[in-house]
């Protein structure tokens, strides 16, 4: 009678693909001007971040992003994963939501998880 020994597997992270940057959930995000610099924030996560441009500003929001994420799953992600921004920075988002439609002004409300998962899966 011939035993099978299975081999242990492996706890390093398993490979990033395209189909696992589809398993990420939408983050609200928004980008507005402020004192000459562009603001972004994640009101999923509750993550600032701060450029030049809205470029830049939306790049740095991505990198604090994917950053916090990798922490986060290192250890107990309970509260923190989603860890929503306070009410009056949502109730913000809601209003530029609005605004974005009816004016041109030079802010943006877009989804940032597509720019997390593509820095994170490259």
């Not at 390093?12 to 000459?36: D, F, V, W």
């Not at 924030?41 to 809205?54: N, P, R, T």
């Not at 009816?102 to 940032?112: E, G, K, Y």
């Amino acid at each position: 009678m011939t035993q099978t020994i299975e081999k242990p597997r492996s706890s390093a992270r398993p490979a990033r693909n395209a189909s696992q940057a589809q398993a990420i959930p939408t983050l609200r995000c928004m980008a507005y001007p402020h004192n000459g610099k562009y603001v972004t924030e994640c009101i999923d996560l509750d993550i600032v971040a701060i450029g030049d441009d809205s470029a830049q500003a939306k790049g740095k929001l991505a990198e604090a992003i994917g950053g916090y994420i990798e922490v986060a799953f290192e250890g107990d992600i309970r509260g923190l994963i989603p860890r929503p921004s306070p009410l009056r920075r949502r109730l913000l988002w809601r209003l530029l939501r609005i605004m974005a439609v009816v004016t041109t002004r030079r802010f943006s409300i877009f989804d940032c998880s597509s720019t997390v998962a593509r820095a994170a899966y490259s």
